[in-house]
């Protein structure tokens, strides 16, 4: 395989760096740079991380860094995961508020750790905070339960003051979207697949309407959702399947549960990858309909969450 950090690779743009991905030979990784500067997006970190936890590390070439930005990549905790030494000396302060380094995430408890350590990245109260939470828990649950990965799934996320957003990466390298949903639909093909993820009521588990009594496979329309309220972007890649949501070109705000409805690019014809890729930028200014929808959000994962705990401890009566 081979990977390029580009001098720039952000949702916005983030097309030309998928495209020069290869996926051959899946038994080695060559990583390669832009020799004067890298700027991207905690969505490519997690790609490339999670592609090297693939690979044993004597496979991985990384060839040497020159861009001054090379710092980023060391504190993110890249080479860490690569187990590969960069030769970059950095002096780590406090993280907390700021970013996130590249996490693995395989059990509830290393998800518990990563949502407590993203909260001070929202700054905001808890009300608004908590359905963020939600959300990108449900996203990683899902990942553990049903991408049969043997890696987990690859978080990292970074806040950015000057433009008060969020951005998060969310990277598993399992069995991808199409084979989940095709255990309950017959999509056709990548791009079919990954709509009907963006679906709400929409799950690989059944075809029953609104999926599970407590899964209604919610959790990728309603990150869409906030992407669409702030106009934000998001994205997602499986397979060879690309489907991105682009920034609203008016101030009326939509959400359609159809996502070939919103404004949006998707492709069918990128380089393969196995597993699942999801990237989000969240701006965090509390307009009104951001709050109503994160005011919905919460109540929809609270019901969820009391619907789980009633399944749990019911007891068989018997008659």
């Given at each position: 395989?081979?990977?390029?950090?580009?001098?720039?690779?952000?949702?916005g743009?983030?097309?030309?760096?998928?495209?020069?991905?290869?996926?051959?030979?899946?038994?080695?990784?060559?990583?390669?740079?832009?020799?004067?500067?890298?700027?991207?997006?905690?969505?490519?970190?997690?790609?490339?991380?999670?592609?090297?936890?693939?690979?044993?590390?004597?496979?991985?070439?990384?060839?040497?860094?020159?861009?001054?930005?090379?710092?980023?990549?060391?504190?993110?905790?890249?080479?860490?995961?690569?187990?590969?030494?960069?030769?970059i000396?950095?002096?780590?302060?406090?993280?907390?508020?700021?970013?996130?380094?590249?996490?693995?995430?395989?059990?509830?408890?290393t998800?518990?750790?990563?949502?407590?350590?993203?909260?001070?990245?929202?700054?905001?109260?808890?009300?608004?905070?908590?359905?963020?939470?939600?959300?990108?828990?449900?996203?990683?649950?899902?990942?553990?339960?049903?991408?049969?990965?043997?890696?987990?799934?690859?978080?990292?996320?970074?806040?950015?003051?000057?433009?008060?957003?969020?951005?998060?990466?969310?990277?598993?390298?399992?069995?991808g979207?199409?084979?989940?949903?095709?255990?309950?639909?017959?999509?056709?093909?990548?791009?079919?697949?990954?709509?009907?993820?963006?679906?709400?009521?929409?799950?690989?588990?059944?075809?029953?309407?609104?999926?599970?009594?407590?899964?209604?496979?919610?959790?990728?329309?309603?990150?869409?959702?906030?992407?669409t309220?702030?106009?934000?972007?998001?994205?997602?890649?499986s397979?060879?399947?690309?489907?991105?949501?682009?920034?609203?070109?008016?101030?009326?705000i939509?959400?359609?549960?159809?996502?070939?409805?919103?404004?949006?690019?998707?492709?069918?014809?990128?380089?393969?990858?196995?597993?699942?890729?999801?990237?989000?930028?969240?701006?965090?200014?509390?307009?009104?309909?951001?709050?109503?929808?994160?005011?919905?959000?919460?109540?929809?994962?609270?019901?969820?969450?009391?619907?789980?705990?009633?399944?749990?401890?019911?007891?068989?009566?018997?008659?």
């Amino acid at each position: 395989m081979k990977i390029h950090l580009p001098n720039s690779a952000f949702l916005g743009n983030i097309d030309p760096f998928l495209r020069s991905f290869d996926p051959s030979e899946p038994d080695k990784l060559v990583i390669t740079s832009n020799k004067n500067w890298i700027s991207i997006h905690p969505v490519v970190l997690s790609m490339v991380a999670a592609l090297g936890l693939t690979v044993d590390s004597s496979c991985i070439t990384c060839e040497s860094l020159e861009a001054k930005s090379r710092h980023y990549l060391e504190r993110m905790g890249l080479f860490k995961f690569l187990k590969i030494q960069s030769g970059i000396a950095v002096v780590e302060h406090e993280p907390a508020g700021r970013f996130i380094p590249l996490t693995q995430i395989k059990d509830s408890e290393t998800l518990t750790k990563f949502v407590t350590e993203m909260m001070p990245l929202l700054h905001l109260e808890p009300k608004h905070a908590d359905p963020i939470r939600h959300i990108v828990t449900e996203l990683v649950r899902n990942v553990i339960e049903h991408s049969l990965s043997h890696y987990g799934a690859i978080l990292s996320a970074q806040y950015f003051k000057k433009t008060n957003t969020i951005r998060i990466g969310v990277v598993d390298t399992g069995v991808g979207i199409w084979a989940t949903i095709n255990n309950a639909y017959r999509p056709k093909n990548d791009i079919e697949a990954i709509r009907l993820a963006l679906t709400p009521g929409i799950t690989g588990t059944t075809r029953r309407e609104g999926g599970t009594e407590f899964n209604a496979g919610a959790g990728l329309f309603f990150i869409k959702s906030i992407a669409t309220v702030n106009r934000d972007f998001f994205m997602i890649y499986s397979g060879k399947g690309m489907f991105k949501l682009l920034k609203r070109d008016t101030n009326s705000i939509r959400l359609h549960a159809d996502p070939s409805k919103d404004r949006h690019s998707e492709h069918n014809d990128y380089p393969f990858w196995q597993g699942t890729v999801v990237g989000v930028d969240i701006s965090l200014n509390t307009t009104e309909e951001f709050s109503l929808l994160l005011d919905l959000i919460d109540k929809v994962y609270k019901e969820a969450i009391k619907e789980r705990k009633k399944e749990r401890y019911k007891k068989p009566i018997f008659v």
